[in-house]
């Protein structure tokens, strides 16, 4: 009798201080992780402001290809980098971006997302692309931008129809032609690194990252881009 009466006195409470819980309406769906997620960030010369100061997104590509062309652009420009594993529909990276443009300034900002995420499709790549461009303005209104392709695989599987667990260059090249639906009509230049390794094997040290050879061809191009709009 005491434990009856004691479950009609706790609902009343229960339902006067909201400990009820109801199902919450449905939202996006949540970014699948990967088996090991990263992000790498790496800002040179922090402490100066004489020149000005280019920031590359990216992921292991990127990461890659950075150094030479920080040393192409030694005297010109401060370059820093954002490397990560985080696909363009997982809020982390927007956090990440939102933290280093909190931080420092950039007046220049090359970036690319595009070969993590295979788990996702490319509609939902699609869905999250506007938000990353959002990101980019609100944190470096006065930044000029500039997106990257992402490049092909060595060797690209023939997957079947509906397949969404992998790499292949078809998808690769429809999430390519997904982001110059947004940047073009933005106005913003693009760096066109997805031809690079075709045809080229010897260019690649496995199916998605490159070689020496490679990578320096990417890193020449990069810094061409950039040097270009450095100029007044």
């Given at each position: 009798?005491?434990?009856i009466k004691l479950c009609?006195?706790?609902?009343?409470?229960?339902?006067?201080t909201?400990?009820?819980?109801?199902?919450?309406?449905?939202g996006?769906?949540?970014?699948a992780?990967?088996?090991?997620?990263?992000?790498?960030?790496w800002i040179s010369?922090?402490n100066?402001?004489?020149?000005?100061r280019v920031?590359?997104?990216?992921?292991?590509i990127?990461?890659?290809?950075?150094?030479?062309v920080?040393?192409?652009l030694?005297?010109?420009?401060?370059?820093g980098r954002l490397?990560?594993?985080?696909?363009?529909?997982?809020?982390?990276?927007?956090?990440?971006?939102e933290?280093?443009?909190?931080q420092?300034?950039f007046?220049?900002?090359?970036?690319n997302?595009?070969?993590?995420g295979?788990?996702h499709?490319?509609?939902e790549?699609?869905?999250?692309?506007?938000g990353?461009?959002?990101?980019?303005?609100?944190?470096?209104?006065?930044?000029?931008l500039i997106w990257?392709?992402?490049?092909r695989l060595?060797e690209?599987?023939?997957?079947?129809?509906?397949?969404?667990?992998?790499?292949?260059d078809?998808?690769?090249?429809?999430?390519?032609?997904?982001?110059?639906?947004?940047?073009?009509?933005?106005g913003?230049a693009?760096?066109?690194?997805?031809?690079i390794g075709?045809?080229?094997?010897?260019y690649?040290?496995d199916?998605?990252?490159f070689?020496d050879?490679?990578i320096?061809?990417?890193?020449?191009?990069?810094?061409?881009?950039?040097?270009?709009m450095?100029k007044p």
């Amino acid at each position: 009798m005491k434990a009856i009466k004691l479950c009609q006195l706790i609902l009343p409470i229960a339902l006067l201080t909201g400990c009820v819980t109801h199902p919450k309406p449905a939202g996006p769906r949540p970014a699948a992780l990967e088996s090991i997620e990263w992000c790498d960030i790496w800002i040179s010369h922090a402490n100066e402001t004489n020149l000005p100061r280019v920031l590359l997104i990216g992921d292991s590509i990127v990461r890659a290809y950075y150094p030479e062309v920080e040393k192409r652009l030694a005297g010109k420009a401060y370059v820093g980098r954002l490397s990560s594993s985080a696909f363009i529909s997982d809020p982390a990276l927007n956090r990440q971006i939102e933290m280093v443009l909190r931080q420092y300034h950039f007046d220049i900002i090359h970036f690319n997302n595009g070969m993590h995420g295979w788990q996702h499709s490319e509609q939902e790549y699609e869905a999250a692309f506007p938000g990353l461009l959002a990101t980019l303005k609100a944190g470096a209104p006065d930044a000029r931008l500039i997106w990257a392709s992402t490049t092909r695989l060595k060797e690209s599987p023939h997957l079947p129809p509906g397949n969404q667990t992998q790499a292949s260059d078809e998808r690769i090249a429809a999430r390519n032609a997904i982001a110059l639906k947004y940047v073009q009509p933005a106005g913003i230049a693009v760096d066109d690194l997805s031809p690079i390794g075709v045809g080229h094997p010897e260019y690649h040290s496995d199916n998605i990252h490159f070689s020496d050879q490679g990578i320096s061809l990417q890193s020449a191009q990069v810094a061409d881009q950039l040097e270009k709009m450095l100029k007044p």
